[in-house]
């Protein structure tokens, strides 16, 4: 008898856990995307042979797509420890190497529970969790051993952080147009990361940024979060695009500032003066800056061209609204306006550079008429 009464909470609490996992309407999992541009160049032959890491397979797609509908260089995956949040959650971690620089470390929670509770988990991860810290941790640590496959390492890094909820099964199994008439609020709260109600127009700006190729499939892009309803393998796409869409993000920022800076010594350089000899020393100033130029060219390209998916209209589609919704064309249109205004700088300064090279050329050429003239008249009588 008093063996039956000691484990009757332990039998109550298993049931209630056992209720607690039936009651869950919704399964999936919540991913932390946090990126950074670590170098100009990442070697992923020679970081494959440091880290032991694996070749991230080509995306799958949701239709049969063209062979070069891929990464023309996959990125390198390597597993890493979980991360132990102090509220206990255990989230599973990747780190992703980008062969134009950028490293991705990725932390993953499998979830299951109801709206109220994923609402609840994206308002206190977006805005209380400091994800950048532990995700910075973890990359200085891999790149001590990494440091060998890293062209020109940058002593500073730029971040950027993303949270993407999928939902694998909703009870019920709706449509994506039931789910966003029933659940929109929800979606649209988590999106934002918020936990209050939001107002109509809001909600309804929100959901307008949604896309989806079948009836029960769903994607809704935010500016730093993602909600996604599709199969694990539906959804592989989708992640992908918006991890890439991310990173171009970051790449573009880094040339902004890279351009700024530039330009502002520029700036500086030519405040001290154009006069005949100060204007000699643009050459060196405009080829430094030209030079700027080409490497922002090429890595733009590179950077650019690192993933194929134009033939795919979809992803094409979904892509084109994940660059639009976290800032990529704004920031590109900055590097663009940048690269003009450096190529007019240089061209200016090569004008001042050749005016002064042409003016020491003349006078060059007049003393050595004096010079001559000098001596043809000391050698003859008056």
């Known amino acids: 008898m008093m063996q039956d009464t000691q484990d009757a909470p332990t039998l109550a609490k298993g049931q209630i856990q056992l209720e607690q996992v039936a009651e869950a309407s919704l399964h999936g999992s919540v991913l932390v995307l946090i990126q950074f541009d670590v170098c100009e160049e990442i070697k992923l032959d020679m970081l494959r042979q440091i880290v032991g890491a694996r070749t991230l397979e080509q995306p799958s797609f949701k239709h049969p797509a063209p062979g070069y509908v891929r990464y023309q260089r996959p990125p390198v995956v390597e597993t890493v420890d979980p991360l132990v949040l102090e509220s206990g959650e255990r989230l599973l971690g990747q780190i ?3 062969d134009y620089g950028v490293l991705s470390v990725v932390f993953e929670l499998p979830f299951s529970g109801d709206w109220d509770t994923l ?8 805005w209380d969790v400091d994800f950048v810290r532990h995700a910075t941790r973890i990359a200085q640590e891999r790149l001590k051993q990494a440091g060998p496959a890293l062209v ?4 500073e890094w730029l971040s950027e952080d993303y949270f993407i909820f999928h939902l694998r099964e909703v009870r019920g199994a709706p449509s994506a147009e ?9 979606i ?8 209050a109600q939001l107002s109509d ?7 307008q940024s949604r896309i989806s190729y079948y009836p029960n ?12 309803y599709d199969s694990a393998a539906g959804a592989e796409t989708a992640i992908q695009l918006l991890e890439y869409a991310n990173s171009q993000l970051l790449e573009f920022r880094h040339y902004d500032d890279l351009l700024t800076r530039q330009l502002d010594g520029v700036y500086d350089f030519l405040d001290k003066g154009t006069g005949a000899f100060a204007r000699w020393r643009l050459a060196r100033a405009a080829t430094k800056l030209h030079t700027v130029l080409l490497d922002v060219t090429e890595l733009t390209e590179h950077a650019d061209n690192a993933i194929k998916f134009l033939s795919d209209m979809f992803s094409a589609r979904l892509y084109k609204l994940a660059a639009a919704k976290v800032g990529v064309p704004d920031y590109k249109d900055l590097v663009t306006q940048k690269v003009q205004t450096a190529e007019e700088l240089y061209r200016f300064m090569m004008d001042q550079f050749n005016q002064s090279r042409a003016f020491i050329l003349e006078l060059t050429v007049v003393i050595i008429l004096v010079i001559e003239l000098f001596f043809f008249f000391r050698g003859k009588p008056f």
């Open 96 to 98: 992703k190497y980008y």
């Open 119 to 126: 609402v609840g988990l994206g308002g206190r991860w977006v």
């Open 152 to 155: 020109k390492p940058y002593p």
């Open 178 to 186: 039931e789910l966003c008439s029933s659940r929109g609020p929800q």
């Open 188 to 195: 649209a709260q988590i999106v934002r990361g918020e936990t």
């Open 201 to 207: 127009g809001e909600r309804n700006e929100i959901l």
């Open 217 to 228: 499939d769903l994607a809704v892009i935010g500016w730093n979060a993602a909600f996604l």
